[in-house]
């Protein structure tokens, strides 16, 4: 029985130096982040109204790039269009913090323009794809757009919205027309 307890102490200090031996004592590994991965059209984000009030979803669903619309030409080369719906999931009314803040056009080569940010592309309306101003009621939604007159090297890269918190919501945008309503949004747009 004696030399059955030595062996089993013999074997465990055995064990705990291969594990030792394996590992370099520094126990201060950070795990790694997984990257986010940006959701596409059609996928939705939950933000804020201005100054922090209401619970607001945006869902950008569509992008067309023109090289004209009924308000005129690009400054550089074509528009991007995109379609979004901004709905209320809130008691009392939320206004969408779409000119405080906002909406971003973010180019593959990090270069960001502002929604609107020509007289052309501030000016695009397109009839049926614009349901009014920032205020939207209670459980119920706004479709709008928002447009950006941009270089054909600027297409694709991501759609950055920035709430009444200041926190941003990003989405990857298709370098191609894109989305559940091209043909229709092309039509409104001449």
């Not at 080369?77 to 995109?82: E, G």
Request: glycine share 10%; hydrophobic share 35%; proline share 6%.
């Amino acid at each position: 029985m004696h030399h059955t307890h030595r062996a089993t102490t013999l074997i465990t200090v055995c064990c705990l130096a291969l594990l030792t031996a394996c590992t370099d004592g520094d126990d201060q590994s950070k795990p790694e982040e997984t990257p986010r991965t940006a959701p596409r059209l059609g996928q939705s984000a939950d933000t804020v109204g201005v100054d922090g009030k209401g619970a607001v979803r945006i869902t950008p669903d569509t992008v067309v790039y023109v090289h004209k619309a009924s308000t005129g030409m690009p400054e550089h080369d074509l528009y991007a269009v995109v379609t979004f719906q901004a709905e209320n999931r809130s008691d009392a009314p939320v206004t969408v913090a779409t000119s405080k803040g906002g909406f971003r056009w973010k180019a593959p080569s990090g270069h960001t323009v502002k929604a609107g940010n020509s007289k052309g592309a501030a000016r695009i309306a397109p009839i049926g794809f614009h349901d009014g101003g920032p205020a939207v009621q209670p459980h119920t939604f706004r479709r709008n757009t928002v447009a950006f007159d941009i270089t054909d090297a600027e297409k694709g890269g991501a759609l950055v919205y920035v709430d009444g918190n200041g926190d941003a919501s990003r989405w990857t945008i298709p370098t191609a027309d894109s989305g559940t309503a091209v043909s229709a949004l092309k039509s409104a747009l001449t």
